[in-house]
């Protein structure tokens, strides 16, 4: 696991949408893993910004979300095909049929999900899985207690996520008590999880997930096992670990987050003969100040020697 801190909300979105740009460029089969929530809504924002302006192309990408509430119609407002179609498949060119999400109203709900899995098999996989976190610690709708190596199945949603999640029902009564979702062990096959969690209410379970003990308690915790998974953070939703300076480090080092790094400044290439040059140009300006016409003293100094 590897940890990313970025300044402010913005930042982190930035540094998702440009992770998932990069490698469908590379790779332009990618096999999307999506997730939804108020986090995501802004990724999903800057991406098809780049699809408009840079011409990030969809065209060949298959997108399987992580879960779907048990009863919801796709046309209702409230269920993730309604979330994902309104924030991102209706404004890029996926084909609609390239999208994926478990149907919550299927009459045999097993055979659903055993289909489900099928399906991401037959695609190859999924090779870029985009995650949330839930207050809980949950991944999709893996509730306390899901297995490590739990597969898609119907869940019962937790007194804390029905909390959290009602709130974005017009009407939180008609909320379902159940979704259909990824298991922990589907998400563990991905080739590559990122996970993005902005904001200080968040900091305590990400605290949790990342430096904390692996327990199906929480079943973020289970991500520390995977080979390739990296949290990108801003500093708020960072704020209870305690190796920070360690993840800000991994950051400025790391080759693979170079081209998302500030540029250097022009003379910063020799920073301890350039610290050094700084010094002594600003003590002969001080020093010349003092001088008649301008004359300019003759330099010493032992590191330009
Ligand atoms: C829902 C989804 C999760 C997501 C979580 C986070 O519960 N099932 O996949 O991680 O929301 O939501 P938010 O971004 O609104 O905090």
Same mark, same amino acid.
């Given at each position: 696991?590897?940890?990313?801190?970025?300044?402010? $909300?913005?930042?982190?979105?930035?540094?998702?949408?440009?992770?998932?740009?990069?490698?469908?460029?590379?790779?332009?089969?990618?096999?999307?893993?999506?997730?939804?929530?108020?986090?995501?809504?802004?990724?999903?924002?800057?991406?098809?910004?780049?699809?408009?302006?840079?011409?990030?192309?969809?065209?060949?990408?298959?997108?399987?979300?992580?879960?779907?509430?048990?009863?919801?119609?796709?046309?209702?407002?409230?269920?993730?095909?309604?979330?994902?179609?309104?924030?991102?498949?209706?404004? $890029?060119?996926?084909?609609?049929?390239?999208?994926?999400?478990?149907?919550?109203? !299927?009459?045999?709900?097993?055979?659903?999900?055993?289909?489900?899995?099928?399906?991401?098999?037959?695609?190859?996989?999924?090779?870029?899985?985009?995650?949330?976190?839930?207050?809980?610690?949950?991944?999709?709708?893996?509730?306390?207690?899901?297995?490590? %190596?739990?597969?898609?199945? $119907?869940?019962?949603?937790?007194?804390?996520?029905?909390?959290?999640?009602?709130?974005?029902?017009?009407?939180?009564?008609?909320?379902? %008590?159940?979704?259909?979702?990824?298991?922990?062990?589907?998400?563990?096959?991905?080739?590559?999880?990122?996970?993005?969690?902005?904001?200080?209410?968040?900091?305590?379970?990400?605290?949790?997930?990342?430096?904390?003990?692996?327990?199906?308690?929480?079943?973020?915790?289970?991500?520390?096992?995977?080979?390739?998974?990296?949290?990108?953070?801003?500093? !708020?939703?960072?704020?209870?670990?305690?190796?920070?300076?360690?993840?800000?480090?991994?950051?400025?080092?790391?080759?693979?987050?170079?081209?998302?790094?500030?540029? !250097?400044?022009?003379?910063?290439? %020799?920073?301890?003969? %350039?610290?050094?040059?700084?010094?002594?140009?600003?003590?002969?300006? !001080?020093?010349?100040?003092?001088?008649?016409?301008?004359?300019?003293?003759?330099?010493?100094?032992?590191?330009?020697?």
């Amino acid at each position: 696991m590897e940890v990313i801190i970025r300044p402010n $909300v913005d930042a982190a979105t930035d540094l998702v949408a440009g992770v998932i740009a990069r490698e469908l460029r590379a790779n332009p089969r990618l096999v999307l893993g999506l997730a939804t929530g108020r986090t995501m809504g802004s990724v999903y924002a800057r991406l098809v910004r780049m699809h408009r302006e840079e011409n990030l192309d969809f065209s060949g990408c298959r997108a399987f979300n992580l879960d779907e509430y048990v009863g919801l119609p796709g046309d209702h407002r409230d269920s993730y095909r309604h979330y994902m179609n309104h924030h991102f498949f209706l404004h $890029v060119n996926i084909d609609l049929p390239n999208t994926h999400l478990p149907n919550g109203l !299927a009459d045999d709900l097993g055979t659903e999900c055993a289909n489900y899995e099928r399906l991401i098999a037959q695609c190859g996989g999924i090779d870029l899985q985009l995650l949330g976190i839930g207050l809980n610690g949950h991944l999709g709708f893996n509730e306390p207690l899901s297995a490590f %190596n739990s597969r898609t199945r $119907v869940k019962v949603l937790s007194p804390v996520t029905r909390d959290q999640n009602a709130l974005l029902f017009q009407n939180p009564e008609q909320m379902p %008590n159940r979704a259909i979702t990824m298991g922990v062990g589907t998400i563990l096959d991905c080739r590559r999880c990122l996970l993005l969690a902005t904001g200080e209410d968040k900091a305590a379970i990400v605290a949790k997930a990342v430096e904390g003990p692996v327990t199906s308690m929480i079943s973020a915790t289970a991500l520390q096992f995977h080979p390739e998974c990296t949290f990108i953070l801003d500093e !708020a939703a960072a704020s209870r670990l305690k190796g920070r300076d360690y993840y800000h480090w991994i950051f400025e080092n790391q080759p693979e987050w170079k081209s998302f790094r500030a540029p !250097a400044p022009a003379d910063a290439t %020799n920073g301890f003969r %350039n610290r050094g040059q700084r010094r002594s140009d600003a003590r002969n300006k !001080a020093s010349n100040r003092s001088l008649p016409n301008n004359r300019v003293r003759p330099v010493k100094n032992s590191l330009l020697s």
